[in-house]
């Protein structure tokens, strides 16, 4: 059985990546007024914070038509017997909701949606370990329990400089947004349940990082090995160094580092930084 895999764009995937183990994408978009982007189309990361910084208002997000969804698996059915589909956490999107509901519909193909209860590069790593056993000829159902196995020692976590952002897009309650403004609160969040939620209330920007790679250093020093993430909302020096203050440290890691593309960073704002990791 050949089996594609699919995501969407807020994997933020490089494209040689992309191109490298053959995974298709289906594009979120922002809404500034009447007009839409697709992310990583019609407008890059960088034009976009740099609109947002001259926006009267914070740009809208939406997620994929079941139709355009739809459409990639039909292209999809040319080639391959099943799909693996892998989104955003169906807790702040409907994309993975579209996604079941288009592989309901679409002929010639078996699709398998997965709710990644996350996003970002931490949905990437789903995705390139899907990519890779798929090329080895592994059924559907082997990969979405090695997907499974991945959720279970996945560690994410991240700060945001400014929760307005959150509080707007509805990602943070009104109360929790002004109380941590008011106190000058940066506040370590993370996904439970499939939505965002804070884990830990810190007063100061660089104690709430040190916080994180505290928790990343723990895991580090049992000697396995992990593979990590370090994210940043156009900040991409401060994730450089701390990417530079891991690999110099310990020898038990795989790194890179990515970025909060527009839909992610509509709600996050700019400044944002997270870390993601998980055992190998």
């Not at 990644?116 to 979405?144: D, R, W």
């Not at 660089?206 to 049992?222: H, Q, V």
């Not at 701390?242 to 839909?263: A, H, K, R």
Request: with cysteine.
């Amino acid at each position: 059985m050949k089996v594609a895999i699919v995501t969407d764009s807020t994997a933020y995937l490089p494209d040689d990546v992309k191109d490298k183990y053959h995974i298709h994408t289906v594009p979120l978009s922002v809404v500034f007024g009447n007009a839409s982007y697709r992310e990583g189309i019609d407008i890059t990361t960088e034009a976009f914070y740099e609109k947002v910084k001259h926006a009267d208002s914070l740009p809208k997000t939406s997620q994929p038509s079941i139709g355009e969804i739809e459409g990639k698996y039909r292209e999809l059915s040319e080639t391959h017997d099943a799909v693996i589909s892998i989104h955003l956490s169906s807790g702040i999107s409907g994309t993975y909701q579209a996604a079941s509901s288009a592989g309901e519909v679409v002929d010639g193909i078996k699709v398998y949606p997965y709710d990644s209860e996350i996003s970002c590069m931490a949905q990437g790593f789903y995705c390139i370990e899907a990519a890779q056993l798929a090329a080895k000829g592994a059924s559907p159902e082997e990969i979405i329990a090695r997907l499974d196995d991945m959720k279970a020692v996945m560690r994410a976590y991240f700060m945001v400089d400014d929760l307005s952002h959150l509080q707007r897009g509805g990602r943070l309650n009104g109360a929790q947004a002004f109380v941590g403004s008011l106190l000058q609160v940066k506040p370590v969040l993370h996904f439970v349940d499939k939505i965002i939620v804070p884990f830990e209330k810190i007063r100061t920007r660089k104690k709430a990082i040190k916080r994180i790679l505290g928790m990343l250093e723990e895991d580090l020093a049992t000697g396995k090995s992990y593979k990590i993430v370090f994210i940043h909302a156009n900040n991409a020096q401060t994730v450089i160094d701390l990417q530079q203050t891991i690999t110099t440290q310990y020898s038990n890691v795989e790194t890179m580092t990515s970025y909060f593309g527009p839909v992610i960073g509509t709600h996050l704002g700019e400044g944002a930084i997270g870390i993601c990791w998980y055992e190998k």
